[in-house]
């Protein structure tokens, strides 16, 4: 009997040491258009309170992140050296100018450029349900008419150059 007892604290030791299967994590993220309609309705508001702009970002990956944004205002003119933007259009319209020339163009961090304006860009109106693709070193600027509001998913993807 005492021979058996050991056998079962002997295995029990061993299953109590022995690593524990871990459950996988689902890589995937998923974010319903109601979830993010919902988000961009706080961004709304804070946009208010603020400078007409919010946004906020939903998940960074290693070479990409996932943000939400919400206009009211015009935005400046930008160029990222290193990130391109894949703009999601989900509510509203506005006026992006792509190339040209950033006017009164200033460095706001490393490969980061701000400006006024676009000079010599080329328009084109950005609707919900469309797709835009702003190449990394693209000089860009969304532009807001009257009372027109913009809701963007945005992809910030990085690009080696």
């Given at each position: 009997?005492?021979?058996?007892?050991?056998?079962?604290?002997?295995?029990?030791?061993?299953?109590?040491t022995a690593p524990k299967p871990r459950a996988h994590k689902n890589p995937v993220d998923?974010?319903?258009?109601?979830?993010?309609?919902?988000?961009?309705?706080?961004?709304?508001?804070?946009?208010?309170?603020?400078?007409?702009?919010?946004?906020?970002?939903?998940?960074?990956?290693?070479?990409h992140c996932a943000m939400l944004s919400f206009r009211s205002r015009s935005g400046e003119?930008?160029?990222?050296?290193?990130?391109?933007?894949?703009?999601?259009?989900?509510?509203?319209?506005?006026?992006?100018?792509?190339?040209?020339?950033?006017?009164?163009?200033?460095?706001?961090?490393?490969?980061?450029?701000?400006?006024?304006?676009?000079?010599?860009?080329?328009?084109?109106t950005l609707r919900a349900g469309e797709l835009t693709h702003v190449p990394a070193g693209?000089?860009?600027?969304?532009?807001?008419?009257?009372?027109?509001?913009?809701?963007?998913?945005?992809?910030?993807?990085?690009?080696?150059?």
């Open positions: 009997m005492e021979r058996v007892a050991k056998e079962i604290l002997k295995d029990v030791a061993l299953e109590e998923h974010w319903a258009p109601a979830v993010l309609l919902e988000r961009a309705a706080y961004l709304r508001k804070m946009a208010k309170l603020g400078d007409g702009s919010a946004s906020e970002v939903l998940k960074e990956y290693p070479q003119a930008e160029v990222h050296e290193k990130w391109a933007d894949l703009f999601v259009v989900l509510a509203g319209t506005a006026t992006l100018i792509t190339g040209g020339v950033v006017a009164e163009a200033r460095i706001v961090a490393p490969g980061e450029t701000r400006g006024t304006a676009i000079e010599s860009g080329t328009r084109q693209t000089p860009h600027q969304i532009l807001l008419a009257g009372e027109n509001t913009i809701t963007c998913l945005v992809m910030k993807v990085q690009e080696m150059q």
